[in-house]
């Protein structure tokens, strides 16, 4: 009898240790799913990152015996006036010292332009096209302009065509973005937060890889070179780390669908990575008018993290370069630099809390950027802040705000938006924050000459 009994418990038991296997397998497959979608925001993210980094030294080509990029050391100021600098005598006060600053013939802004205008016509377009080619193609692409990138800005001896390599990394940053935020439709929520805190380690990582080795003595034609590394690993993280789901190969057809089905993604950590077959059959090819409609809607979303933008890169290209303190233990370009990193470092901590804190109130982050921005402008034209400590808290702030800005937008979208409209819509979302990135480019450049007009 107790032979019979194990006989016939034996399937129950087995089906106690499948189940056991298929679960230890899920979560395997949703940490490799979670760790490729970091690895996707942090290399996609990185050439773009680098370009601004990289800017003052871009504009200011030499050769020289590290490397066509080389670039002569700010001078040190000791109170005299170098050659090729200006001074701030005219809106400071007799009794302070007079500001010595370098202002470059064209601003950084220009490098941003170049940085985010080949991006924007991407973001802009892509929605209406890009549904019809597969992701291993986009990623191929994506992969291909971020290596020419690092090789021409590296090997480049002329403004113009260091230029040209930052267009490929904007190309290739906006063709990535939006292949891997609608990739992202085909997952969980989760997703979302660990690619923003990946294009946060890409803000830090880039940021700090970039100043830290040049100061350390590294050219940065070499620098820039060694960020082929993470090129490389974008390839890896796509084609072997991420489980691929069924549904971004099939090409589903639009059907009716019971009134039961739910556009809403659970947010438990539990919740599959994978969507499931019955989500699936709702994704569908919208027609073009239909597509337009589907825009109205999006700009609550899309008009706060867009000023959002506008504000915080206005600050980067605009003011970073003139907010000089001389008598500091950092130059004029290693201060720019910096500037950078502590942006960034504010960034990645906001881009990956989304799961602590998140807000459906997205107008707050325009407010507070724009307030950021007042105090930053009246340092430059009134220096009175004793320490460039102050400025690193201030900038720490503002990287803060632009990450959470920009976390909280797609986590509501993918929230709220329904299943069959939501791998478009966060496509579409996307194009804001190049907006105002472009916005913020193109009013830089005059102010940037207004402001150094000053400075004479």
């Not at 370009?51 to 200011?60: C, K, R």
């Not at 109170?79 to 600053?101: F, K, Q």
């Not at 881009?351 to 340092?379: D, M």
């Not at 004793?386 to 808290?393: A, D, L």
């Amino acid at each position: 009898m107790s032979g019979i009994k194990n006989k016939d418990e034996s399937p129950e038991i087995f089906n106690l240790v499948s189940e056991a296997e298929k679960e230890k397998k899920e979560k395997c497959n949703n940490r490799r799913n979670l760790a490729a979608f970091w690895l996707f925001g942090l290399c996609n993210n990185l050439s773009y990152v680098i370009m601004l980094s990289a800017a003052y030294d871009i504009l200011e080509p030499k050769p020289g015996p590290n490397g066509p990029n080389a670039t002569t050391p700010a001078p040190e100021h000791n109170g005299t006036t170098m050659p090729g600098d200006i001074m701030l005598e005219d809106v400071m006060a007799s009794n302070r010292t007079p500001l010595i600053a370098h202002c470059n013939p064209a601003g950084t802004g220009v490098i941003l332009l170049a940085d985010i205008l080949p991006c924007l016509f991407i973001k802009m377009l892509a929605p209406f096209f890009m549904q019809k080619i597969p992701y291993s193609i986009r990623v191929l692409i994506t992969i291909i302009f971020s290596a020419a990138a690092f090789i021409i800005v590296a090997l480049s001896k002329v403004i113009w065509f260091s230029i040209v390599g930052v267009v490929c990394a904007s190309i290739s940053t906006g063709f990535g973005e939006i292949t891997f935020l609608s990739l992202a439709s085909h997952f969980s929520a989760n997703t979302i937060s660990t690619w923003s805190s990946g294009t946060g380690g890409a803000g830090v990582g880039g940021a700090l890889l970039y100043a830290g080795l040049t100061n350390i003595g590294l050219s940065p034609r070499n620098t820039v070179l060694l960020m082929l590394i993470f090129t490389v690993t974008l390839g890896f993280a796509y084609f072997w780390l991420l489980i691929h789901p069924k549904t971004i190969t099939q090409k589903l057809e639009k059907k009716n669908t019971d009134a039961d089905i739910n556009a809403e993604v659970d947010s438990d950590d539990s919740s599959p990575l994978i969507t499931d077959e019955k989500e699936a059959q709702v994704r569908c090819e919208h027609t073009l008018k239909e597509k337009l409609v589907l825009i109205l809607p999006l700009l609550q979303y899309m008009i706060p993290l867009g000023l959002v933008y506008t504000f915080e890169y206005f600050i980067n290209q605009t003011l970073y370069e003139l907010l000089y303190f001389p008598n500091t233990f950092l130059v004029q370009r290693e201060q720019y630099r910096w500037y950078q990193v502590i942006y960034q470092i504010g960034v990645l901590i906001s881009r990956s809390s989304v799961n602590c804190f998140h807000t459906e109130k997205i107008w707050i982050f325009p407010i507070f950027q724009g307030i950021t921005l007042i105090v930053l402008l009246c340092q430059v034209l009134y220096q009175f802040m004793p320490s460039i400590w102050i400025v690193f808290c201030i900038i720490l702030l503002e990287g803060l705000f632009g990450g959470a800005g920009y976390v909280n937008t797609f986590y509501t979208i993918i929230r709220k938006v329904k299943v069959e409209e939501r791998e478009y819509s966060m496509g579409v979302a996307s194009v804001s924050d190049s907006c105002g990135i472009v916005i913020a480019a193109l009013s830089s450049v005059p102010v940037h000459n207004f402001l150094c007009s000053l400075y004479k």
